[in-house]
């Protein structure tokens, strides 16, 4: 089954600086999904990505996607404390999820 | 307000006991499933719905059972707990189809068994 696996598990950062996030995936895919999550709470989604796409952006958010080497990036510019979360990707499937990136936006 | 609303938010209970954790929806959504969170394991899928009355196996089916008798309700049935079993649980739901779509999920419930 298709599952994307997140790198690095953990990330700890100081606000303002980039997080970036990687997510890889086994087979063919028709989209990527971006989630976070709070401590606790429950998945929210963030961005959604094409297979014929290979850049989308919304906010501070920016999604990469290389089909060729089956992975895909999470860019949060500029972060903020309020960043401080999980991060999942999601592939086509039985809407399986990785472990997650452990994000820390230190104030 | 589109949601997912699952009840209860917290439970401790005891070995054996059989329990309900219910789940809704209200964005008349095709596809439910359930899951649950363990540290270090990231996000289960237990059991999944693509319709009413259609219900299939996650990874980690054993223990659980479900219903999908209308298509707003997907209950998570855990007919005799083991402490195994205590985790936190999310219903989440979303639009069937062959592409992906972006999944609503719920608070989540927070069991303890004991």
């Known amino acids: 089954s298709q599952q994307g696996e997140e790198d690095p598990q953990a990330l700890s950062i100081q606000e303002g600086e980039n997080a970036t996030m990687n997510c890889s995936y086994k087979?063919?895919?028709?989209?990527l999904q971006w989630y976070r999550q709070n401590s606790g709470r429950g998945l929210v989604h963030l961005i959604l990505i094409r297979s014929n796409e290979r850049e989308k952006h919304s906010g501070r958010l920016r999604v990469t996607l290389d089909t060729s080497k089956k992975s895909s990036s999470l860019l949060i510019t500029a972060s903020r404390a309020a960043d401080t979360a999980s991060y999942f990707c999601?592939?086509?499937?039985?809407?399986?999820f990785g472990a997650g990136t452990r994000l820390t936006v230190k104030p | 307000e589109a949601q997912v609303t699952q009840n209860p938010r917290y439970l401790i209970t005891v070995t054996g006991k059989k329990l309900t954790v219910t789940c809704s929806q209200n964005?008349?959504?095709?596809?439910m499933s359930w899951y649950r969170q363990d540290p270090g394991l990231g996000l289960r899928q237990i059991y999944y719905?693509?319709?009413?009355?259609?219900?299939d196996k996650g990874d980690v089916p054993e223990g659980y059972k479900v219903s999908r008798k209308e298509k707003r309700n997907f209950p998570l049935i855990l007919e005799s707990p083991s402490p195994n079993q205590t985790s936190l649980y999310f219903c989440?739901?979303?639009?069937?189809?062959?592409?992906?779509?972006?999944?609503?999920f719920g608070d989540g419930t927070r069991l303890s068994i004991l």
């Open positions: 989440a739901s979303s639009l069937a189809g062959q592409n992906l779509q972006p999944q609503h």
């Open positions: 999601a592939t086509r499937g039985d809407m399986r």
């Open positions: 964005m008349n959504h095709e596809y």
């Open positions: 087979t063919s895919i028709n989209n």
């Open positions: 719905s693509m319709n009413v009355e259609v219900t």
